[in-house]
T-cell receptor, first 112, second 112 residues
Framework: DTAVSQTPKYLVTQMGNDKSIKCEQN?????MYWYKQDSKKFLKIMFS???????INETVPNRFSPKSPDKAHLNLHINSLELGDSAVYFC???????????FGAGTRLSVL | GQQLNQSPQSMFIQEGEDVSMNCTSS?????WLWYKQDPGEGPVLLIA?????ELTSNGRLTAQFGITRKDSFLNISASIPSDVGIYFC????????????FGAGTRLTVKP
């Protein structure tokens, strides 16, 4: 079974649309994360979240919002998509905040 | 901002050669991690280091946690074509359990 799974793997959409990426972990971890990887492969943390605390990277536009229906899921909603949002988005989880992070396979978002 | 300096940015080597890459910082870390990312996949943990001076091996890979806690290196011996990928260092800042920083990555190409 895949430990951290994200869907979809590929997402192609038009500017201005609203889209969501789903993430689920079956590791029993307490903390989940979203990262953005740009074309230069730099990994940038967007959010970290457990059931007590949401930590937001202040550089992330408020068009991006994480939503967690339960401890095993952290979905990423993006409103009013822009060209610059095109990137690969990775979900990750760890047992505790700051522990070893396990990554999903990524969602490649292309905004046209 | 980015607090980890990872070098080199890229390496082109011949199969069978040894490889060395490192991460340095002006900050003190209490955990160092090394990840590998294959094309189209998420980063996968290779080695985790928890103590200053710790030297840990995983097959042909060896990593060390620097004595000053401000650096770490990863060595790959006798490289093979499947070593191709991007290698990331990651460090958890001392005193900040939620703050894991990633290096910019080292892109490794191995020529048969």
């Amino acid at each position: 079974d895949t430990a951290v799974s994200q869907t979809p793997k590929y997402l192609v959409t038009q500017m201005g649309n609203d889209k969501s990426i789903k993430c689920e972990q079956n590791l029993g971890h307490d903390t989940m994360y979203w990262y953005k990887q740009d074309s230069k492969k730099f990994l940038k943390i967007m959010f970290s979240y457990n059931n007590k605390e949401l930590i937001i990277n202040e550089t992330v536009p408020n068009r991006f919002s994480p939503k967690s229906p339960d401890k095993a899921h952290l979905n990423l909603h993006i409103n009013s998509l822009e060209l610059g949002d095109s990137a690969v988005y990775f979900c990750a989880s760890s047992l505790q905040g700051g522990g070893i992070q396990y990554f999903g396979a990524g969602t490649r978002l292309s905004v046209l | 901002g980015q607090q980890l300096n990872q070098s080199p940015q890229s390496m082109f080597i011949q199969e069978g050669e040894d490889v060395s890459m490192n991460c340095t910082s002006s900050s003190i870390f209490n955990t160092w991690l090394w990840y590998k990312q294959d094309p189209g996949e998420g980063p996968v943990l290779l080695i985790a280091l928890y103590k200053a001076g710790e030297l840990t091996s995983n097959g042909r890979l060896t990593a060390q946690f620097g004595i000053t806690r401000k650096d770490s290196f990863l060595n790959i011996s006798a490289s093979i074509p499947s070593d191709v990928g991007i290698y990331f260092c990651a460090g958890q800042l001392l005193g900040n359990n939620n703050d894991m920083r990633f290096g910019a990555g080292t892109r490794l190409t191995v020529k048969p």
